[in-house]
DNA sequence: CTGTTAGCGCGTTCAC
DNA sequence: GTGAACGCGCTAACAG
């Protein structure tokens, strides 16, 4: 089934079937209507080998997911992203890659990786949306608010009376908890955090930097972390030492995963969208990809602040 | 940059360098070597749409992710599945789609579904690996052992001296939950189960699940659920109404996702391995890509019961 | 063992 | 407004 065929079955020429194809001007109504109707008679499909090798689109997108296995926020997160991603595409094909140097033959790709350091993307010679505010280079970017995020927890530390506050950072290359943290010292700027510990993105490691703070400002009575799941390592630890959760100690995470709304007490945190993160940096890549001018060169979606018992 | 330059670089006709690139045997070492050279000082890579216009494949193949979002078992799933199947890919390009209608120019696919009745597949005139056992049609699949798990499970709850068990099933239209709660009555085979409730897959459904299940047997004292969502539920309604786990009941979920062991208590349940479910797959579906004969049908992998604070 | 040749299906000039 | 002709980069016959 080819070009040849529907033309045939339309009493054209294979160029004009192209052109109808192609949506490009100059064609009668008439011919168009027959090239339309043999087209769906046929129910013929372009190749696509054939189309990008006469032409110079390939109308495929990678999704490049740059990440170590401990080193993801959660997995409703990758989930999310590449669901919202895929939505967003528009008839294209995306093909995910874990190892950028895999991908080639592709209009365009969406990066999603935790590292604000990545030095990967540039190495892709075509148009590339980052989800998540790269740390280094000046790459178009889709990133949830992070920084407003941390100024509503901070904000509700405040209003909760909690003014020996303590944060669990998070590694200092991931661009998600810098942000955050920075919009806590943002609420808190008159009185600024009594101490704060870098860590990595799992419970242990949360519950491991908990400890560290505990151990030099033993009556901290304010905890922000920088993602849920440390939050969970630092409820478990608080729970082992038997301080009370939000009577002693108040926890504020970042994320909303699954996990806030298990834990005991359930986890005030802050939430982000995934899923929209994915779609919108989607619909950013495909503008770009169709010659739109004047995008945004970073769009920053809101995040909303949820009380749970925590806090 | 194309087998032209490359060739001439080597001194040869650009055959020579095609049959180097494709492994065809029939070229004398020193050539071989030539075109190596030439290739690797000309960091050559073939174009993707050539190759699959000219020859007969295409090089990549199809993950197929057919889901609704409320019927996913855990979101670590799916990740897990895509992680694994990605890199036992073995340098194919992995097309993911949602709709398998949209796919096309592939060699293969890699079909990754909760339902088991999905009439999708064969649709794709290629060859299919499933990721879970279809319960209606003859393709080829990898599974976890949900079967034995089950019985695991079963075991255990009689181990704990647990007479009136009772079953959270989720859908009956879900193979692997059908497959659980199987192994469980293989176990129990003396006694069978005392209630056995359908269920979506989400906290919320196993909460309405678990307060049926009590309705009707008041005194159960063991509870299967075919997932860990469910249980999640189950236990928040068991805490409702004052039950105490596991003294007065005993709980076991199935997957050992993150939240068995952040909720209270640690729920007792049998772990699978995402990762290996779809890295298998991708091997499966490659091997048969490549023509090996004598493949198994059905590939099954082993689950192991994980025993926490819930039983 | 190696080179020559003929398309794969399509977009894109050009003429008409 | 429409058709004819060329070539994208490669694989797969076929010669030699």
Known sequence: MNLEEVA???????????R????????????????????????????????????????????VVSEERDRVFDDAFLTGVLRGATSGLAGRRAVVAVNPREVSDVDGALVVSMSGHDPLPRELRVPVVLVGRPLSCGLAYVDSDNLGGGVLAGRHLIARERRRIGVLA????????????????????SSPPAGVITCALTPD????????LLASVPDVNGVFCATDAIAIGALRYLASVGARVPEDVSVVGFDDSLVATVCTPALTTVRQSPDDLGNTAAWRLVAELAGEPDLPQSIVLPTELVVRGSS
């Open 170 to 189: 998070g590694p200092s290359d991931v661009a998600a908890c810098v942000d955050r943290v920075a919009g806590l010292r943002r609420a808190l700027s």
């Open 8 to 18: 045939r079955r339309a009493g054209v020429s294979r160029s004009t079937v192209s």
């Open 20 to 63: 109808v194809l192609n949506g490009s001007t100059g064609v009668s109504p008439a011919t168009r209507a027959a090239v339309e109707a043999a087209v769906a008679s046929l129910r013929y499909l372009p190749n696509q080998a054939a189309r990008s090798l006469a032409g110079t689109r390939t109308d495929t997108v990678a999704i």
């Open 205 to 212: 490691s949360g519950a491991a930097a908990m400890a560290s």
